[in-house]
């Protein structure tokens, strides 16, 4: 019981923190396999955040190149769109879909995403956000795979945050550890 008060005090902490979903902002981030048995690679990330009501656009481009016994590069753009749920102590949960281009060093394909996710604040400047993302190709990738991803933000200013991601890559089973760079203008 002398614990309420506590909670009650922290309420406007956790409801009223900096979102990435609910905010505009460019990112930049730099991931790599974090096996460097099975294969050995980067990728370079640089996205933006459009807020619209209840919802948000996520464009996003990449540049990666693999070495997993022949080294294998590729580009990416694409486009998503996430609708937010009523935020509830905190917790924001969301639902998207999109559309990625892939120009691969072989063959170019498009794909399709859909996306099940929650972001949740841990104070009014740390917020956790996992993610499932199921695609597939529309030409030569006809398998459907997932990938379970998970970020945690630290906002050191209103304009300045900081994030570590942690991404699981059904596809060749591969594990992403990555680092990015936010720079929020609202």
């Keep these: 019981m002398r614990s309420l008060p506590l909670i009650f005090a922290l309420v406007p902490f956790i409801a009223f923190s900096k979102t990435r979903l609910e905010d505009y902002y460019v990112g930049f981030e730099i991931a790599t396999i974090a096996d460097h048995e099975?294969?050995?690679?980067e990728s370079f990330?640089?996205?933006?955040?459009?807020p619209l009501e209840?919802?948000?656009l996520l464009i996003n481009f990449t540049l990666a190149d693999i070495d997993n016994n022949g080294s294998q590069s590729w580009s990416d753009f694409g486009v998503d769109y996430f609708y937010?749920?009523?935020?509830?102590?905190g917790f924001v949960p969301f639902v998207g879909i999109g559309l990625?281009?892939?120009d691969l060093d072989a063959n170019d394909d498009?794909?399709?995403?859909l996306y099940l996710g929650l972001e949740f604040s841990v104070s009014d400047q740390l917020t956790l956000l996992p993610k499932l993302r199921l695609y597939q190709g529309f030409d030569d990738f006809d398998d459907t795979e997932l990938e379970a991803s998970i970020a945690l933000t630290y906002w050191l200013s209103d304009n300045h945050g900081l994030s570590l991601g942690y991404t699981h890559n059904s596809?060749?089973?591969t594990d992403y550890i990555g680092i990015q760079y936010l720079y929020s203008w609202e």
Excluded at 38 to 41: E, K, L, V
Excluded at 84 to 89: A, C, K, S
Excluded at 110 to 113: E, G, L, M
């Design 38 to 41: 099975t294969a050995d690679g």
């Design 84 to 89: 937010h749920f009523e935020n509830v102590d």
């Design 54 to 56: 209840n919802s948000s």
């Design 110 to 113: 498009v794909f399709w995403n």
């Design 45 to 50: 990330d640089l996205s933006t955040n459009i």
């Design 171 to 173: 596809l060749g089973e």
């Design 100 to 102: 990625n281009y892939a």
